[in-house]
């Protein structure tokens, strides 16, 4: 029982290594094993954006993200927002948007809390020039490949949308 407890420890940590059992170490359901990372980033119904804190590079971007910009593949939305967040952000609302992550991020620094959801609400423009809101809830972590990088979801705000539309009527 405990080999296997230390087995499924290390393929959910993605296989390829070894762990000795440890007093404590939960046993793993393994129904868990069932999903691929392939299947729950194409069938989770939320738009998944990866990027890097620094450059603003993206990294990742799932279907869901590629349609919700209403882009037909993933070259496609990369290059209709020059593979940057800054690409994603409606131009006037990208200065408030990074503001507001950043002190976001440094608040969580000074609580001394460790991988808080940050939330913001802003505008994005479509490849067709629809203006949609978002809401988008991310995460700043540190990767061992990768260095400082940001894991968001994108979740349409259609409470703003509604509200947009009947302001410019």
Sequence with gaps: RDADTALYTVKLRG?????????GMAATRRVQMGFSLRDVVFNLPASILIYDAESEEILFANQELISLFECDDLDDFLAYTKRRFRGI??????????????QQVYACNLNKRE????????RIVTKHGRVRWVINRGRLVQSDFYGRIFYVILVPDERM??????ADQ
């Design 89 to 102: 952000v409606h131009p006037d609302d990208y200065e408030q948007v990074d503001t507001s992550i950043w």
């Design 115 to 122: 991988k808080a959801n940050d939330a913001v609400n802003y």
């Design 161 to 166: 949308d509604v509200t947009s539309d009947k």
């Design 15 to 23: 296989k390829n290594g070894c762990c000795r059992y440890a007093q």
